[in-house]
């Protein structure tokens, strides 16, 4: 069985699994409801003060920043916060759902081939955690079509070649840092062969590795280093590429821009060469287990 037919299989499979439409469903409506909240609080008077910026932010400048023009940037930084642990969970799934299920064994054997397998499986986890971020996106832009059309009609003139350029590299450089973490949820279901052992490996990791990182950065010269080379941080050097209006509020697990700064982390170029070696890393420690991992002996693997 060539590998197209098993990415077909495998896409099959996916799209039809009852979680694959929920996990999109939140992540949509998670869009629509941080977009509703922001257009609330964008019709109060006063502001707070942004200490990044170093001066208040008028709750007027939100409104400014959910309009069509910068939809894409901020629907970006929520999905690459927020959506990340949505494709951690649907990563384990993708890899761990055989397990539980007891098919592990007719898969492999039926495939010819458990690393043709494996691949294509990873391949259409990926592919569809990609198309499930155009999906975020796509809510978000019609919700900023609404906001922008209520409040005095849009103007597409800001859609030239350069822009469009721009959304597509934040887009890609969105997908690119959510990669290290499909794969350590992907990994550890494999590793762990349940579901559950790779939301809970994938989970721990995205919420305790910054909290650990800045106990580290406390610890003196020993350990103050370490946290440049972990995924938080330098997923938060390359976002910080893509450019979020003014006056927007940031979510991130990880360090802010004038905190990256400080603490002498990376270029953008040397960030994205870590987290690649760790997404190779967590990919290369799935397709070894599963290769040497005697299946044939128990229903479970």
């Known amino acids: 069985m060539n590998i197209q037919r098993l990415m077909a299989g495998e896409f099959f499979k996916l799209r039809k699994r009852m979680m694959t439409w929920i ?18 609080i964008s019709g109060r008077a006063g502001g707070y003060f942004d200490r990044d910026l170093g001066r208040r932010i008028q709750y007027q400048e939100l ?4 309009f069509l023009q910068a939809g894409v940037p901020f629907a970006l930084q929520i999905i690459a ?7 951690v969970i649907f990563a384990a799934g993708a890899a761990g759902s055989e397990y539980s299920w007891g098919t592990v064994r007719l898969m492999a054997t039926a495939s ?4 043709r397998l494996i691949t294509a499986r990873f391949i259409v986890t990926c592919a569809l955690v990609a198309i499930g971020t ?7 832009l019609a919700y900023s079509a609404v906001i922008t059309t209520y409040y005095g009609g849009a103007d597409f003139s800001f859609v030239t070649g ?7 590299l934040s887009w890609a450089r969105t997908v690119y840092v959510m990669l290290p973490f499909v794969s350590l949820a ?19 990791v995205t919420f305790l590795e910054p909290l650990i990182g800045s106990l580290m950065r406390l610890g003196g ?10 995924i938080s941080a330098n997923r938060s050097v390359v976002l910080a590429q893509n450019k979020l209006p003014v006056g927007l509020p940031e979510f991130s697990f990880g360090p802010s821009k004038n905190e990256l700064a400080r603490q002498g982390a990376f270029s953008a170029e040397g960030a994205a060469i870590i987290i690649a070696i760790y997404t190779i890393s967590f990919i290369a420690l799935a397709f070894i287990v599963y290769r040497r991992r005697d299946i044939t002996s128990s229903s479970n693997g």
């Open 221 to 230: 010269a020993r350990w103050e280093s370490v946290p440049n080379y972990l």
């Open 81 to 87: 916060q927020f959506g990340s642990l949505l494709a």
């Open 23 to 40: 996990l999109a469903a939140l992540i949509v409506g998670l869009i629509i409801l941080l977009y509703s909240i922001l257009w609330s």
């Open 63 to 66: 409104r400014r920043g959910i």
């Open 112 to 115: 010819s081939g458990r690393l």
């Open 134 to 140: 155009l999906l975020a996106v796509a809510a978000a």
């Open 162 to 168: 350069g822009f469009l350029k721009e959304q597509f």
């Open 186 to 204: 992907f990994a550890a279901a494999i590793v762990g062969r349940s579901t559950l052992a790779g939301v809970g490996v994938g989970l721990a």
